[in-house]
């Protein structure tokens, strides 16, 4: 049984930093790639960024390039997500993914989701 669990979120003011971590078991981590997407009060899941299964290719949405950076620990089963120079339009719950592949590309879904965690940037 997969399981992701993320960990790290929290409040943080504007300009502010915090690391999501995510931790999964149940799977053969280092074949598939994984990835963060975040859901703001009243919108829709958005993709945030992905990386491959090695970790040698990274896939960022424009709302966070430069200022997000994602990477993963294949000895530890963990992804993380380092978010820099935070907005309140950040603020939202990241939820990490699993896909069923090796590398990412826009038109894959994710087979396996986190529980998600909040974070808040106030202003």
């Known amino acids: 049984q997969v399981q992701l669990v993320e960990s790290g979120g929290g409040l943080v003011q504007a300009g502010g930093s915090l690391r999501l971590s995510c931790a999964a078991s149940?799977?053969?981590?280092?074949?598939?790639?994984m990835g963060w997407f975040r859901q703001a009060p009243g919108k829709e899941r958005e993709f945030a960024t992905a990386?491959?299964?090695?970790?040698?290719?990274?896939y960022y949405a424009d709302s966070v390039k430069g200022r997000f950076t994602i990477s993963r620990d294949n000895s530890k089963n963990t992804v993380y997500l380092q978010m820099n120079d935070l907005k309140p339009e950040d603020t939202a719950v990241y939820f990490c993914a699993r896909y069923m592949t090796g590398d990412y590309h826009a038109a894959y879904l994710p087979g396996s989701w986190g529980q998600g965690t909040q974070v808040t940037v106030s202003s």
């Open positions: 990386i491959n299964n090695s970790g040698g290719k990274t």
């Open positions: 149940g799977l053969a981590f280092s074949s598939v790639a």
